[in-house]
């Protein structure tokens, strides 16, 4: 027999899209009180998606007064210090299906505060900006994603990305990863994924795609926190604070990013809650 006082509210919802299936699914667990490092891996592992966050809440009878949530993220291998898809889940579960009163939230990370803001039945986030710099192509890396041509490479340390432009969208969905050969390659940079873009057409400034076998995701559907690293760097190259970005995964994603001030970046972003439950631990 279950018993409910062992388990924590689940809840699962696909984040930059507002059609369930789409976008990028996260698992978000509400937790009341410290659990070891060791269970909240367990359950990312059990979940299987490529992030579950965990919400603290201080006062589940008084939670809806808060405006400031702590907040961490799991992939199933590991803590990662930024996930924009997970955090909009996140805001958008407090503000639309938990009834928090605030119009913002202040979430406190690995990666210092991060805000989301209600917006128009969606959410903005409001992220720090990770600007790459221009590095020599991984040889070695690039032949085991087959990828023959590149226009530029770059990469940024802040979050450990490596971005990819190619010539055209064509040549992004070309991309066929062989991600054992990614696992062997023994690599200059520490590197958390790779974001393969290029220039988009008259309804997108710019696609992508993210590979991160290293922590146990192949292919992410819709990465928010790639997007810190693609906006700055299509900025220069276009020349527009504002942009329309699509990730091109078998899933998809639509984002609307901009560069603002302070060095920070806006994600703007739709959801579709999914699942509704608990977990039993």
């Known amino acids: 027999m279950s018993n409910k006082e062992n388990s924590l509210?689940?809840?699962?919802?696909?984040?930059?899209?507002?059609i369930p299936f789409k976008g990028n699914a996260a698992a978000i667990c509400l937790l009341t009180k410290e659990y070891s490092d060791e269970i909240l891996q367990k359950i990312a592992a059990e979940m299987n998606l490529s992030e579950t966050a965990y919400i603290y809440i201080k006062d589940f009878d008084n939670y809806k007064k808060e405006s400031n949530f702590r907040l961490?993220?799991?992939?199933?291998?590991?803590?990662?210090?930024?996930c924009g898809h997970a955090t909009l889940a996140s805001a958008a579960l407090l503000f639309?299906?938990?009834?928090?009163?605030?119009?913002?939230?202040?979430?406190?990370?690995?990666?210092?505060?991060?805000?989301a803001v209600k917006h128009d039945g969606g959410i903005k986030l409001i992220f720090p900006m990770n600007e790459p710099t221009n590095i020599d192509a991984p040889t070695e890396l690039m032949e085991a994603m087959g990828i023959r041509s590149t226009v530029n490479i770059a990469y940024s340390s802040d979050v450990n990305d490596l971005l990819v432009e190619l010539e055209n969208k064509e040549a992004v969905?070309?991309?066929?990863p062989d991600f054992g050969k990614m696992l062997d390659v023994d690599l200059k940079h520490e590197i958390r994924g790779v974001i393969v873009t290029a220039?988009?057409?008259?309804?997108?400034?710019?696609?992508?795609?993210f590979f991160a076998p290293w922590y146990g995701i192949n292919e992410d559907p819709v990465t928010g926190s790639a997007h810190t690293i693609?906006?700055?760097?299509?900025?220069?190259?276009?020349?527009?604070?504002?942009m329309k970005a699509h990730q091109i995964s078998e899933r998809g994603g639509e984002l609307e990013v901009?560069?603002?001030e302070d060095n920070r970046v806006e994600i703007i972003g739709k959801y579709a809650l999914v699942i509704e439950g608990r977990i039993f631990l």
């Open 199 to 209: 220039k988009g057409d008259s309804e997108h400034d710019f696609v992508s795609r």
């Open 72 to 82: 961490r993220w799991f992939t199933p291998k590991v803590e990662v210090k930024l």
């Open 173 to 176: 969905l070309d991309v066929s």
């Open 258 to 260: 901009k560069l603002i």
């Open 9 to 18: 509210p689940l809840y699962q919802i696909d984040a930059f899209t507002a």
């Open 230 to 242: 693609l906006t700055p760097y299509w900025s220069k190259k276009l020349g527009k604070k504002s």
């Open 96 to 115: 639309y299906e938990l009834g928090i009163e605030a119009e913002e939230i202040a979430f406190e990370t690995l990666s210092g505060e991060l805000r």
